[in-house]
């Protein structure tokens, strides 16, 4: 018999969060699977409202874990807190959102537990009786099929959007109040404060039109026909990360999991290869045009139409062309 | 102050890659490997620190004998020497086991802090450096895009990314690992004095025997996960491929764009 499946999850402003919801939706789907039950971990402080919540879900308990020393992250509370239940209760496999957050302590659990770790999973299947699990390696050229091996519980991070939240089996949940063993250990970290990021005074969320650059523009000097191209279109410039981080774009342009989320009707990705950080982005747009001089760039497995070309050609032809129909060419 | 930084060597970004002949991972035959991303952060971060406190850096690099090409690169960058951890007994393993291998040989050379990158472009586990923390029982914190020294230098002041363009700002007390986020500065190129010079500079081998860890702790034989298969990833949408020479493909993009993306005035 497998040990219960289990979803750790957290609230924001009174809700359970979307990852959280996904993550239970991927725990009871895993446990049918085993023929296992599903339970949830709600962790923080003042968690009344998404308490309740979870009573409503088809899950065969619902653990919550309040503290007031949990109302703020830190890597050494929430370890803390989740040992002592994950070394009672030994389910197979405990489920978190890839979140920064769960990055930031899911490996100091695992070395607390002796666990095994399988960071930003997208998929699992059954395979001869064991399961596999798929994430995405090499920037997401390649998918791996990953299982794991040896005894114990595995902490298994699922990348967002992989098991929409809207799959949740509704149902009813017994709710139990855990203390949280955080008095007086240490937290790791003192958390002074929170501050903007410095993006903000560039809204691409409302833009019609993104034409997004990527590291194969290969250079600051380089941007000029993407600029006029921006212009053309009446549409927002944007940018992957690499180019953000190399200075030849400001962050208030960035998009993806630490910049901006944006869902034009057009999205046109100009040398960006696609990486998942980029992908949680920019996937709500209508219709995506990519240009990538490599046939084979994850960004093309998104793409309404697709140009294995260079951009340095494909866009001045573009440009050409748009400067001709609006001369009534 | 002593600061260690550990590096990765990665398959080139702009490399074409092809599945291996067992099917498990990608045929590294013709593939250039470069320095992991964010892992020249961290040296520049690391380099950075070592010159305002007159201290070292140290790089360590686990990885097959290749690596030693990027710990030629960090010694040409200024770090002042480095260990390479290449037995195979250490390869193939998961965060988990790559980490405490990190982990034993830090320890052996002594750290007053532990830079990382934030995560490797291959496998993207994003984890080696808290887990080189948790056997050192030190903090750690990862996604840093700032780090600044206390004057008393027994704790560091980072600045932590998180989602939705907010940043946490908190304090490490040393010694503490720290992983980079790609972004935090801008890295230095090396000079052909600093090439010539690392040419003399000690890249020292580790075996897995001297490492003091129990040897079904290492590697992959320490590891909880094994890579069954890689293969290209299946999407549910086929994409509409726009063939042709420069002009012919602006001309059928803009029908697109008029017609069906319908964003043309
Ligand atoms: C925690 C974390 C957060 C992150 N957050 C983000 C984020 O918010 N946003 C983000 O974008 N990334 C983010 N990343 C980085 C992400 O993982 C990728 O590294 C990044 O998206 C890659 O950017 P790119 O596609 O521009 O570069 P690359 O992956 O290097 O791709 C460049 C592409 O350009 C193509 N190319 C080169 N020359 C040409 C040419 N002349 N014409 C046409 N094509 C050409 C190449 O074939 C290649 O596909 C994050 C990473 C981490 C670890």
Known sequence: ?329 | MKIAVCVKQVPDPEARLRVGADGAWIDEEGVAFVLNESDEYAVEEALRIAERTGGEVIAFGLGPERTREALRKVLALGASRAVLLSDPALLGGDALATGRALAAAIRQEGADLVLTGSASSDLGYAATGSVIAGELGWPHAWLVMGVELAEDRRSVRITREMEGGMNELSAVVLPAVIQVQAGINHPRYASLKGIMAAKKKEIREVAAAELGVDAGRLGRAGSRLETVSVALPVSGREVEWIAGDAAAVAAALVTKLEQEAKVLR
């Open chain 1, 1 to 329: 018999m497998n040990g219960p499946v289990w979803a750790v999850v957290q609230q924001k402003d009174g809700r359970l969060q979307r990852s959280g919801r996904e993550t239970i939706a991927a725990a009871q789907a895993l446990a049918r699977e085993l023929g296992t039950s599903a339970e949830a971990v709600l962790l923080g402080d003042g968690l009344a409202a998404a308490g309740e919540e979870l009573k409503g879900m088809a899950l065969a308990g619902a653990r919550v874990v309040e503290h007031p020393r949990l109302a703020t992250y830190t890597p050494g509370g929430y370890v803390a807190a989740l040992v002592p239940l994950v070394r009672e209760e030994r389910p197979a496999y405990v489920l978190f959102p890839h979140t920064y957050q769960t990055v930031d302590f899911m490996a100091r659990l695992a070395q607390a537990l002796d666990a095994g770790l399988l960071p930003e999973a997208i998929a699992f299947r059954r395979v001869d009786g064991e399961v596999r699990w798929t994430r995405p390696v090499l920037g997401g050229k390649l998918h791996a099929q990953v299982r794991t091996v040896g005894e114990g519980t595995v902490l298994v991070s699922l990348q967002s959007g992989a098991f929409p939240a809207d799959g949740v089996e509704a149902g009813s949940a017994p709710l139990r109040q855990v203390a949280a063993a955080v008095d007086g250990v240490d937290l790791q970290r003192e958390v002074r404060g929170f501050e903007s990021a410095g993006g903000g005074a560039v809204d691409l969320s409302k833009a019609e039109v993104i034409v997004a650059v990527g590291r194969g523009v290969g250079g600051q000097e380089k941007l000029a026909p993407v600029e006029e191209l921006a212009r053309l279109l009446g549409g927002e410039l944007a940018a992957s990360r690499p180019v953000v981080d190399s200075g030849w774009l400001p962050r208030e342009r960035q998009v993806g999991s630490s910049g901006q989320t944006v869902a034009p009707k057009l999205y046109l990705a100009l040398g960006i290869s696609g990486a998942i950080q980029h992908l949680v982005g920019m996937k709500g747009a209508t219709a995506v045009v990519a240009i990538n001089k490599d046939a084979s760039a994850p960004i093309f497995k998104i793409a309404t139409w697709g140009v294995a070309g260079d951009l340095h050609e494909i866009v001045p032809a573009l440009n050409q062309a748009l400067k001709e129909r609006a001369g009534g060419a």
